[in-house]
T-cell receptor, first 115, second 111 residues
Framework: NAGVTQTPKFRVLKTGQSMTLLCAQD?????MYWYRQDPGMGLRLIHY???????AKGEVPDGYNVSRLKKQNFLLGLESAAPSQTSVYFC??????????????FGPGTRLTVT | RKEVEQDPGPFNVPEGATVAFNCTYS??????FFWYRQDCRKEPKLLMS???SGNEDGRFTAQLNRASQYISLLIRDSKLSDSATYLC????????????FGPGTSLSVIP
């Protein structure tokens, strides 16, 4: 039982390049989330999904797209990377929405630098 | 005003000390409250939920004051392994995008 995994762990992009971050969970969770964490800012929600085939915008969705074609996977795409997207990206999943008391399980993070 | 505020610290305390963190939130509709722990360059992990009547888990005690809109975390008999950043999290249950993480409070427990 691996929990939540993220690939890649590190990545350096040049401005304008694109990439996809992959998140996978093996806990059969319905809900999945993508966050970014910047120093002094706390975790901010980018996009989330309440089930296979559904996605929704979070607090800071601009410049990102997501897809949830399979229940266990949640992909985050950057179409044209910008230096402002340099951050640590965390994926999380939970058994239900965070409106309940079920905890969120986080992946180990992806450290992305855009030059 | 930020939706969730925490004293960033760092709090540097000796082993065995008692330390308390506060967190304030601005949305009076918030209904769910949590403390997460995040070790350096690692992912956040749930430490404990915070219930209206207050709750305790070993050396950790969490309390909620709805009238003043703050939650607290008390750590007794601090251990070196308690060194981490503690994140306050609130949610108003009306929308999944209304889970708000505080910026965190850094704790260093010194031998």
């Amino acid at each position: 039982n691996a929990g939540v995994t993220q690939t890649p762990k590190f990545r350096v992009l040049k401005t304008g390049q694109s990439m996809t971050l992959l998140c996978a969970q093996d806990m059969n969770h319905e809900y999945m989330y993508w966050y970014r964490q910047d120093p002094g800012m706390g975790l901010r929600l980018i996009h989330y999904s309440v089930g296979e085939g559904t996605t929704a915008k979070g607090e800071v969705p601009d410049g990102y797209n997501v897809s949830r074609l399979k229940k266990q996977n949640f992909l985050l795409g950057l179409e044209s990377a910008a230096p402002s997207q340099t951050s640590v990206y965390f994926c999380a999943s939970s058994a239900t929405g965070t409106g309940g008391t079920y905890e969120q399980y986080f992946g180990p993070g992806t450290r992305l630098t855009v030059t | 005003r930020k939706e969730v505020e925490q004293d960033p610290g760092p709090f540097n305390v000796p082993e065995g000390a008692t330390v308390a963190f506060n967190c304030t939130y601005s949305n009076s509709a918030s209904q769910s409250f949590f403390w997460y722990r995040q070790d350096c360059r690692k992912e956040p992990k749930l430490l404990m939920s915070v219930y209206s009547s207050g709750n305790e888990d070993g050396r950790f005690t969490a309390q909620l004051n709805r009238a003043s809109q703050y939650i607290s975390l008390l750590i007794r008999d601090s251990k070196l392994s308690d060194s981490a950043t503690y994140l306050c999290v609130v949610n108003d249950r009306t929308s999944y995008d209304k889970v708000i993480f505080g910026p965190g409070t850094s704790l260093s427990v010194i031998p």
